[in-house]
């Protein structure tokens, strides 16, 4: 069996914090040659490591202990599948081949909040940029519960300036064939298969965005209208003499409801709406004319893309 889990800086294992021994060797101090280990920062500084730090040790008299995967007794066994971490890799790459890769995974043994050991924050970040968001922080790598049909995971993108782009899957890790998995742009309400090999190109200019992607486990033909209540006359328009928005006949109050003019800019946002105020008109000042795209979220995490005109 393999060693404590943990050793803390005080000296605090999982069998001394409460917890089990999670094996039956103790590790020491000194490390031996080929033994992967991991490192907890808790201050600034530099981190170095000197030749004048190596030291011989032996095994024989319990200086140091090489820690080894038990080897299963069936080679065949399986894993636990209820343990597999489905992994989705999303490249976002600009015209000049430059861009960010970034990773979500989804299991049973992870959580929508922080899971230490399984996401990793956004450091730096570039001009052009694709990442997810937990709270108020940016992430490279992110973990997440289980798949569900409406399961909506949140990205921010980043532009420099006008010009091209593409975001592509470019490796699902333990999918299900049958498990559909989409792109979502906000901005054109436009469902993309990220099972497709050639990504999905847009254009964007300066800014920073971020509703206008999001990640979506079932297509526009669900989404659209599950979670809704309509009515046979639901509609939305802006009325330009009261200088109103409104959602007519819809029964259902919103997490929140988003304005994308043509060029995707994000112009209005309202968080946590009433359905009798949606009826009455949202007011929404000094819109130029042209068209836009409102997007309605629920509270459920559902989404309805709407375009609409004000002249």
């Known amino acids: 069996m393999l060693a404590y889990q943990f050793i803390g800086l005080n000296g605090d294992s999982t069998q001394s914090g409460g917890g089990p021994a999670e094996g039956v060797k103790t590790p020491t101090k000194f490390l031996p040659v080929a033994q992967g280990f991991v490192v907890e920062i808790v201050n600034d500084g530099d981190i170095k490591f000197l030749n004048s730090q190596r030291v011989f040790k032996t095994e024989a008299t319990d200086e140091t202990i090489f820690f080894r995967q038990v080897a299963s007794s069936n080679e ?9 971490i489905k992994k989705i890799r999303l490249q976002l790459t600009t015209s000049n081949g430059l861009g960010r890769e970034i ?11 922080f899971d230490y050991g399984y996401d990793a924050k956004a450091y730096e970040t570039f001009n052009n940029d694709l990442l997810t968001v937990l709270e108020e922080n940016t992430m490279v790598l992110q973990a997440y519960s289980e798949i569900t049909s409406d399961k909506v995971v949140d990205l921010t993108f980043k532009a420099d300036g006008n010009g091209m782009y593409n975001i592509k899957a470019t490796q699902f890790v333990d999918f299900p064939i049958d498990q559909p998995v989409f792109l979502l742009d906000n901005f054109t309400g436009t469902y993309y298969d990220l099972s497709q090999e050639q990504g999905y190109n847009f254009t964007s200019q300066s800014g920073v965005y971020t509703n206008r992607f999001d990640i979506v486990f079932q297509g ?31 029964n259902q109050d919103l997490k929140s409801l988003t304005l994308f003019n043509a060029l995707g800019q994000k112009i209005f ?7 009798e105020d949606l009826q009455s008109g949202i007011s929404l000042k000094n819109a ?24």
């Open 76 to 84: 065949g066994e399986a894993s636990n599948t209820e343990d597999v």
């Open 269 to 275: 946002q309202i968080q946590d709406i009433k359905a």
């Open 220 to 250: 526009s033909e669900t989404l659209s209208t599950d979670g809704f209540t309509f009515n046979n006359d639901f509609g939305i328009y802006y009325n330009s003499n009261s200088n109103k928005l409104f959602a007519k006949q819809s």
């Open 103 to 113: 990773v979500m995974g989804f299991s049973s043994v992870t959580s929508d909040e």
């Open 288 to 311: 130029s004319t042209g068209m836009y795209v409102v997007i309605l979220k629920t509270v459920e995490g559902k989404i309805l893309n709407k375009k609409i005109i004000i002249d």
